[in-house]
């Protein structure tokens, strides 16, 4: 089954620091990544998505991650972080006829100044 | 193009209730997926829609929840006998189709059930 692992659950960074989320997947195919953010008590917004094109994957904010098929991970970087960057990230895969997104448990990143 | 849209956003009801909650998709998009979040983790996949047609549904959809998508338009997802572990965020995401496009959310509905 495909499935997706996120390691550690919470990460703390300095304003201004590298922020890096691991995220490790299992499949059997070649995999659909995402990558969602999600604010308190809001819903899901989507940073980026892999899709079997390029290898690195920009997205919005200033995020990108790449996918590494022979560690089969796809760990999300940002240079510099900001304050507003402050929130829970999940990665998911995408599975099935019915792509349904399979998601990890969540990084929550706490940004400080 | 509006976003995904959920009513209500907040719903705070008894034991043995029933309730109701709607989800208006972005319009066009064919695919309507219905996702639980409980606190500290992340979504769970319930059941999604393909214009009107329901074509899969989790194992955690027991058989107090239905969710409907009349003429494949908006969805409607209930639970009957509502007990307390329901209490969770239900979110709703809409895709334009069937190419690993990627699904945008809605705000998602929190349910407390006291």
């Known amino acids: 089954a495909q499935s997706v692992t996120q390691l550690g659950s919470h990460v703390s960074v300095s304003e201004g620091a590298l922020v890096l989320l691991r995220c490790n997947y299992s499949?059997?195919?070649?995999?659909?990544l995402f990558w969602y953010v999600q604010y308190p008590n809001q819903g899901l917004q989507l940073l980026l998505k892999?899709?079997?094109?390029?290898?690195l994957v920009k997205g919005i904010n200033g995020f990108e991650a790449e996918f590494k098929k022979s560690e089969t991970s796809f760990h999300l970087t940002k240079p510099s972080a900001h304050m507003s960057d402050a929130a829970e990230y999940f990665c998911?895969?995408?599975?099935?006829?019915?792509?349904?997104?399979?998601f990890g448990a969540g990084t929550i990143l706490r940004v400080k100044s | 193009d509006t976003g995904v849209s959920q009513d209500p956003r907040h719903k705070i009801t008894k034991r043995g209730q029933n309730v109701t909650f709607r989800c208006d998709p972005i319009?066009?998009?064919?695919?309507l997926y219905w996702y639980r979040q409980t606190l500290g983790q992340g979504p769970e996949f319930l059941t999604y829609f393909q214009n009107e047609a329901q074509l899969e549904k989790s194992r955690l959809l027991s058989d107090r929840f239905s969710a409907e998508r009349p003429k494949g338009s908006f969805s409607t997802l209930e639970i009957q006998r509502t007990e307390q572990g329901d209490s969770a965020m239900y979110l709703c995401a809409s895709s334009p189709g069937t190419n690993h496009y990627e699904q945008y959310f809605g705000p998602g509905t929190r349910l407390t059930v006291t």
């Open positions: 499949s059997s195919v070649p995999p659909y």
């Open positions: 319009s066009e998009h064919n695919r």
């Open positions: 998911a895969v995408s599975v099935g006829d019915g792509n349904k997104l399979v």
């Open positions: 892999y899709t079997s094109a390029a290898t």
